[in-house]
């Protein structure tokens, strides 16, 4: 038995769509602890964590955010990092496919000011993406800009040919994908993020994925709304710091 297969029931019924990615054997990739009481998943900057609270498995947990089921690993995480270990909220969004309104979409994402323009994320941008701290993550998931195409897709705005905003896949699973969303710092409050995310939700129900969403903060969460989501729960993690 593998170890995906022996921590599979500690993560069932987790409605995480990076935990469902590394259980469908898609992205990420997975411990557990010797006797299979305790569990982790590891899927980019997240490690989730379950079952039996474990500093066996803490110690390789490579963070830099850690997901605890239940609250029985607060104290656990507290005490093996010590102050390293900074207690975050995040904020769950419902997952809802029938929820969006086409219409409000399309309007948003033609809303973009004069100068700027869409386009979806092809193979020829992937390198740039890759390239600036902003845009990383629309890409970097993938083992190459095909790859990234092929199985992700994305939106960026575009002024003078240059990306300065996007949304795009930080992870995928099957049947849809985790949302990202950016924008370049000198390019902010002027409706890029909206107009972008519009245009990859718009892409993901053209493809039939659905475009999940897990907010780090509460601006998140009020874009998230504006385009037509509903808040789920807040939630704790841990940022582990060096």
């Known amino acids: 038995m593998t170890e ?7 993560f ?39 079952g039996r609270p474990d500093e066996t498995l803490l110690a390789k947990a490579p963070g ?15 005490t093996f990092f010590g102050p390293r270990a900074i207690p975050e909220t995040r904020y769950a969004i419902q997952k809802e496919p029938e929820v969006f309104d086409r219409g409000k979409l399309e309007r948003f994402a033609s809303s973009l000011p004069p100068g700027y323009e869409l386009h979806l994320i092809d193979e020829a941008m992937v390198p740039t993406l890759l390239s600036e ?8 998931a993938f083992d190459s800009p095909a790859d990234c195409c092929a199985r ?56 039939g994925l659905y475009p999940s969403w897990d907010a780090i903060d509460l601006r998140s969460v009020s874009l998230a709304e504006k385009l037509g989501y509903h808040p789920g729960k807040p939630y704790p993690v841990y940022w582990i710091g060096t």
């Open 133 to 140: 701290a902003w845009s990383r993550d629309f890409c970097a």
């Open 64 to 78: 830099p955010i850690l997901v605890p089921r239940t609250a029985d690993w607060r104290p656990v995480i507290e």
């Open 4 to 10: 995906l297969q022996k921590i599979a029931p500690l």
């Open 152 to 207: 992700g897709v994305g939106v960026v705005a575009l002024y003078g040919g240059i990306p300065v905003a996007g949304a795009g896949s930080y992870a995928v699973y099957r049947g849809g994908i985790e949302i990202e969303i950016d924008t370049r710092a000198d390019h902010r409050r002027r409706g890029l993020a909206t107009a972008c995310g519009a245009r990859l939700i718009l892409e993901c129900l053209d493809r």
């Open 12 to 50: 069932d019924g987790w409605e995480e769509t990076m935990v469902w990615s590394c259980l469908q054997g898609v992205m990420g990739r997975a411990a557990c602890s010797a006797d299979g009481s305790s569990g982790m998943i590891v899927q980019r900057d997240f490690t989730f964590l379950a």
